[in-house]
């Protein structure tokens, strides 16, 4: 059984852009494998002046944003874990920083922040830094040396523009029919 919860903030009675109404576990995989594989093998030909979106982390906060602190943490954990799996060297720098990103969506799930899109593009672009910061400071404790010269700095930004465009894009131009068939609301 699902319910639906009214997201209340500033803007009143504007309609929530997401609901906080988790799908079906085996969407959420079957999404999460999807965006894995198109992420490691699609997305780096899509790269724009040197940073690709990243698909793991646009659905870890989608999913956080429709559930809670807990199903947050858990769904980032996996979609993490996954990632360092298939990087092979990071260690668990992916898993911790997408835990902990999951978690704070899931904190601010039904804020003002899933009322709006407009709000959710920088959310978007935000959670991409603070993201990277993350596992930046979990692969310098591994031992790895992560500095974050200008180019570095340069594609983080630009991979922080593209997450939230394409948060925005999805929610503004999928047809809800087909968003809601698929449990993206």
Known sequence: MSRSVRAVGPFGGAPPALILDPPAWWKVVLALVIALLVQTT???????????PSLVLLLVLWYGLRTNFAAGLLFGTIAGALEDALAGWTGAAWTISSALVGALAGRTAGT???????????????????????????????????????????????????????AYLVLTFVPKSVVSRVGLR
């Open 42 to 52: 699609i997305a780096p030909y899509l790269a724009i002046r040197g940073a690709t």
């Open 112 to 166: 003002f922040v899933t009322e709006s899109r407009l709000w959710l593009m920088p959310y978007v672009a935000l959670a991409t830094v603070v993201r990277y910061g993350i596992y930046a400071v979990v692969l310098r404790a591994e031992g790895h040396v992560v500095a974050l010269p200008a180019t570095h700095a340069h594609a983080l930004f630009w991979q922080a523009l593209l997450n939230g465009l394409i």
